[in-house]
């Protein structure tokens, strides 16, 4: 039986797998860009390319053929492959990361490559060859001789449109590529570069925006047109002119510059030959893909920042990096506080500005967002007196970071408090414990309810937890109809205490008694999305309470549960016969909310496969790594509730799986050290075999008799008389997933 051609996605697990070739590729383009300006910046592309030799008489140790060999010619080749690629807009951005964690200046910065939906990093390059073979360790050396390079140059951004076919297209980016090359050399000494375009040597000033500073995409501008400096100093002016002298509504304050104006007004742009490469643009600090229109909230930042702040590329990037950087989670003390300084100076600086209340806001409602996820042990070190910010550290003194406005000063006053009634309520039910008018408010504002409310939820929770912290399911019951009077804001409440480290007893105790509030909810649908939008708000990151928010998602889509009398510590089995006593009303509002999100929720699925393929591999384990078996059950909770709720989403994340668990050359079968966990692989595979059973259609039965045609391989796997008993056992369920499909394909058409 032939495959089918079905509207599913690329694999969610073994994708990683699947990009290998254009994680290669880009690892060759960056390799090649680099390559490039390290030619033209020590002057031998004014020579004959079967001439040119590096500058210390030898090869290029960096790339793998000699530097005879004209890097561009490379270069274009490895761009039209690109282009060639499905799925993108035809642009390629590389940008500077996590400048505010480097020690010194003089540190080599690090960037992240964009291209489609893929982003790599030097840490992706050593996965990958970590995964592929010692024979690609090479790609390491070219990636890290790439940055290098950029960090020479004073490169933090590089903008790259693939150019077409038309040979004056790729002529544009070569020309450009000297002017950059030669860029800083000739901005440190303060006169004129010299580029190559075509088969002449051409002298070109250093273009200067409206603040007089200078401009390296203004320079590129001139240099693809011939504009004089005289001619491009008018042009900044009137380009200027025109973006402070229009009404918002005219679009001129979407541009971060005037060369970004430049390049983006229509009427503009088609005056001009636009370069291919822009470097340094402040704009892709800001948005990352090409048709992205810059919000006005961050085009008033990048002209505040660039006006009253800061002149230098580098500080300017700082200062967007504190506001809009995605580490906070994982962010230390120090540069927490030196963040939280840039954006007190941000706020300082606004003044009078026409959009002060704009920018303020997009300062302040960022911050928040970012403080919400900041460590505690983070958060504590942060010591506030009198207006000026301190780090504490280990040894009891303090680094001063210095005065931050009040504004910050409450941000910071508010998160600090509330690590004090968070440690109350981990206590709330000691007799020590005593909260506050302070704590009340605290709460309220963290779960959106009254002081009063707070209060007298506050009592419930006493009932429910000992003077020694542990869960009182007893008193619990007791409390259930009283919480359920506050069903709207409860559980997120109760949902706090099992994000927090507790005692296995006690939490397989506390899952099960949310049971007996479930069935007293009127919109059980309002907890689910409590639970969902927790998981799906970072997909990068997987935390210990993602399967205990799934397990609990389970157990919301259905009416009716079994095992209510009893305590269980995952999901059981015997879901996958639930039909009737599935709760559609939430199950549709789930099915809605990962459709919106559904991004996210294959990044997440991604996230938590790549987790499992690195807790496998020994030689990369690092402390503090979460272990394979609560991976596999956190997968095994998600394979089950998409089971539940059907649909196409269902079926992507299910035959993904099926295509890495039903196949014994998946990356998870060749790189276990442990044959022991290849048992654990088949009960999964049974789970997936299950579900898809379940939640499948005609089109799946393919994959299915596939997976069971599979047997022999699987078998190999291990010479153990219990391993081939359970293949032949998990199989069964492959003949059982098809029969139940083609029964209910023709219960459907009855």
């Known amino acids: 039986m032939d495959s089918p051609e079905i509207p599913i996605l690329e694999s969610l697990y073994d994708s990683q797998g699947r990009n290998d070739a254009l994680i290669t590729l880009m690892v060759e383009l960056c390799h090649l860009l680099s390559a490039c300006l390290r030619r033209d910046r020590s002057g031998a592309a004014a020579s004959p390319p079967e001439t040119a030799v590096a500058t210390n008489g030898n090869e290029d140790d960096t790339i793998d053929v000699p530097l005879q060999i004209d890097p561009y010619v490379q270069l274009n080749k490895t761009l039209i492959k690109l282009a060639k690629r499905p799925g993108h807009d035809g642009t390629i951005l590389i940008r500077a990361n996590r400048l505010s964690s480097r020690d010194h200046a003089s540190d080599q910065t690090d960037y992240r490559v964009f291209f489609s939906d893929i982003t790599i990093t030097r840490h992706t390059v050593a996965a990958m060859v970590r995964r592929v073979g010692d024979h690609m360790t090479y790609l390491n050396a070219l990636v890290l001789k790439a940055f290098q390079t950029l960090s020479d140059h004073n490169i933090l951004t590089v903008f790259l449109r693939i150019p077409d076919e038309k040979s004056s297209s790729f002529q544009d980016l070569k020309t450009s590529l000297s002017i950059i090359?030669?860029?800083?050399?000739?901005?440190?000494?303060?006169?004129?570069?010299?580029?190559?375009?075509?088969?002449?040597?051409?002298?070109?000033?250093?273009?200067?925006?409206?603040?007089?500073?200078?401009?390296?995409?203004?320079?590129?501008?001139?240099?693809?047109n011939a504009i004089k400096t005289e001619a491009m100093s008018k042009l900044v002016k009137e380009v200027h002119h025109w973006i402070r002298a229009s009404d918002t509504s005219a679009g001129s304050h979407r541009y971060a510059?005037?060369?970004?104006?430049?390049?983006?007004?229509?009427?503009?742009?088609?005056?001009?030959?636009?370069?291919?490469?822009?470097?340094?643009?402040?704009?892709?600090?800001?948005?990352?893909k090409a048709g992205e229109k810059l919000p006005k909230a961050k085009a008033q930042l990048a002209w505040l920042i660039r006006e009253e702040l800061e002149k230098d590329i580098t500080d300017q990037a700082l200062y967007l990096e504190s506001l809009y950087a995605e580490d906070y989670c994982q962010i230390e003390a120090r540069e927490l506080g030196l963040r939280l300084k840039r954006?007190?100076?941000?706020?300082?600086?606004?003044?009078?500005?026409?959009?002060?209340?704009?920018?303020?806001?997009?300062?302040?409602?960022?911050?928040?967002?970012?403080?919400?996820?900041?460590?505690?042990?983070i958060l504590q070190k942060l010591v506030i007196d009198k207006g000026v910010l301190a780090i504490r550290n280990d040894e009891g003194s303090a680094l001063e970071i210095g005065r931050v406005h009040d504004l910050i000063v409450r941000i910071i006053e508010f998160y600090t408090g509330r690590l004090d009634t968070r440690s109350k309520m981990r206590r709330v039910g000691a007799d020590d414990v005593t909260f506050n008018r302070r704590d009340h408010e605290i709460l309220a504002r963290d779960f959106d309810l009254s002081p009063l409310d707070v209060k007298e939820i506050i009592q419930l929770l006493k009932k429910c937890f000992d003077a020694k912290g542990r869960f009182n399911k007893p008193g619990f019951e007791a409390c259930v109809e009283s919480f359920a009077r506050y069903e709207e804001k409860v559980f997120e409440i109760l949902w706090h205490f099992l994000k927090q480290p507790m005692p296995r007893e006690d939490r397989i105790a506390f899952l099960n008694a949310l049971q007996l509030l479930f069935i007293k909810m009127k919109k059980p649908s309002l907890a689910l999305h409590v639970l969902l939008n927790d998981f799906l708000e970072e997909p990068d990151r997987i935390h210990f309470y993602d399967r205990n928010g799934i397990m609990l998602a389970n157990l919301l889509l259905r009416r009716y549960n079994k095992e209510l009398e009893i305590d269980i510590e995952i999901t059981p089995e015997e879901v996958f016969f639930v039909r009737e006593g599935l709760n559609r009303e939430t199950a549709a509002a789930a099915l809605m909310l990962i459709d919106q999100h559904c991004d996210a929720f294959f990044e997440k699925i991604r996230t938590i496969h790549r987790g499992i393929i690195s807790s496998l591999d020994l030689s990369t384990k690092t402390d503090g790594e979460?272990?394979?078996?609560?991976?596999?059950?956190?997968?095994?909770?998600?394979?089950?509730?998409?089971?539940?709720?059907?649909?196409?989403?269902?079926?992507?994340?299910?035959?993904?799986?099926?295509?890495?668990?039903?196949?014994?050359?998946?990356?998870?079968?060749?790189?276990?050290?442990?044959?022991?966990?290849?048992?654990?692989?088949?009960?999964?595979?049974?789970?997936?075999?299950?579900?898809?059973?379940?939640?499948?259609?005609?089109?799946?039965?393919?994959?299915?008799?596939?997976?069971?045609?599979?047997?022999?391989?699987?078998?190999?796997?291990?010479?153990?008389?219990?391993?081939?008993?359970?293949?032949?056992?998990?199989?069964?369920?492959?003949?059982?997933?098809?029969?139940?499909?083609?029964?209910?394909?023709?219960?459907?058409?009855?």
Do not use: C
């Not at 303020?360 to 911050?367: P, Q, Y």
């Not at 059973?693 to 219990?722: F, K, P, Y």
């Open 343 to 377: 954006l007190s100076a941000i706020i300082d600086s606004v003044g009078d500005r026409p959009k002060k209340a704009m920018i303020v806001e997009e300062v302040v409602t960022h911050l928040q967002w970012h403080m919400d996820r900041i460590p505690d042990t």
């Open 257 to 288: 510059s005037v060369y970004d104006a430049i390049a983006g007004v229509k009427n503009l742009r088609g005056k001009f030959r636009i370069p291919p490469i822009e470097m340094n643009n402040i704009r892709w600090f800001l948005v990352e």
């Open 181 to 224: 090359a030669r860029y800083q050399q000739a901005l440190d000494k303060g006169e004129e570069l010299t580029f190559r375009d075509g088969d002449e040597d051409v002298a070109l000033g250093i273009m200067k925006d409206e603040r007089a500073v200078p401009d390296s995409n203004l320079t590129l501008l001139a240099g693809l």
């Open 626 to 750: 979460m272990e394979t078996k609560y991976l596999l059950s956190l997968e095994r909770e998600i394979h089950i509730f998409v089971s539940l709720l059907g649909g196409d989403i269902a079926r992507s994340v299910l035959r993904s799986a099926l295509n890495e668990y039903g196949n014994p050359d998946s990356e998870i079968y060749q790189i276990s050290a442990e044959k022991s966990i290849f048992e654990a692989f088949l009960l999964h595979l049974k789970i997936i075999l299950r579900g898809l059973g379940r939640a499948g259609d005609v089109s799946d039965e393919w994959i299915i008799e596939h997976t069971a045609n599979q047997r022999e391989e699987l078998i190999a796997l291990s010479t153990e008389n219990r391993h081939t008993v359970l293949v032949d056992r998990v199989l069964d369920w492959a003949h059982k997933a098809r029969e139940n499909i083609h029964n209910r394909q023709l219960t459907e058409v009855a």
